[in-house]
């Protein structure tokens, strides 16, 4: 049996306890101390925004254009950003022409009995405050501040794209950490055009 959890969260509220319990289930828990819980968050939002952690620069999912109907850089984007952080190759990650992507993380020793979990989050946002030929270039296409914990563009004109963005980096932080943890076999699928009426979810091949 599948389990699927949807990361549909624009929040950035995010704490060890949520991101472990997704992937715990049926397996030991795994304890977290608060410094821990500060240091998964800046890697979390290093995946979404860049520039957070300068030990590992990373361009971030705001740098990458990804409205719905767009898939020519985001998913190259996250192809080569999944191999980094995995010891996946390329053929290891999956795609399809609609834009979706998956692939497989093995049950970590001892959990292999327990059933599969599926992590899904979508790939697309909403762009605001563009017009439609600066929507091709960059979603955000302003500079991002980090203020008081919270995140916005520097002119307050343009949308971040939190919606599912925070979803697909919490995806790949889990993914970077895996062996951190007890788990069962996990999928991520990352889906496309949710925001257009979940074009991409009804496309997954039912294989997957």
């Known amino acids: 049996m599948k389990k699927v959890i949807n990361i549909l969260t624009p929040l950035l509220v995010v704490t060890s306890t949520t ?9 030991n828990k795994h304890e977290e101390e608060d410094d821990d819980m500060t240091q998964m968050t800046k890697e979390v ?3 979404f925004m860049g520039n957070i952690i300068t030990e590992e620069p990373v361009a971030g999912l705001t740098s990458v254009p990804r409205p719905s109907r767009y898939h020519e850089k985001i998913v190259p984007y ?6 980094q952080i995995t010891s996946l190759s390329d ?34 946002m909403v762009v605001a405050g563009m017009t439609e030929e600066e929507k091709e270039v960059n979603p955000i296409n302003a500079e991002l501040d980090l203020k008081n914990n919270i995140i916005h563009s520097k002119d307050y004109k343009t949308s971040l794209g939190a919606d599912n963005g925070i979803g697909i980096a919490i995806m790949l932080y889990i993914a970077k950490h895996i ?12 889906t496309a055009d949710e925001e257009i009426g979940m074009v991409g979810a009804a496309a997954v091949d039912e294989k997957w």
């Open 19 to 27: 991101i472990m319990n997704f992937t715990m289930v049926g397996c």
């Open 45 to 47: 939002l290093n995946e």
């Open 78 to 83: 996250l192809k080569n950003r999944i191999s």
């Open 91 to 124: 053929d290891d990650i999956h795609t399809d022409d609609a834009g979706n992507i998956y692939f497989d993380l093995p049950a970590s020793s001892g959990c292999e009995d327990k059933d599969m979990i599926i992590l899904q989050g979508h790939t697309d």
């Open 179 to 190: 062996n951190d943890f007890n788990h069962g076999p996990i999928r991520f699928l990352m």
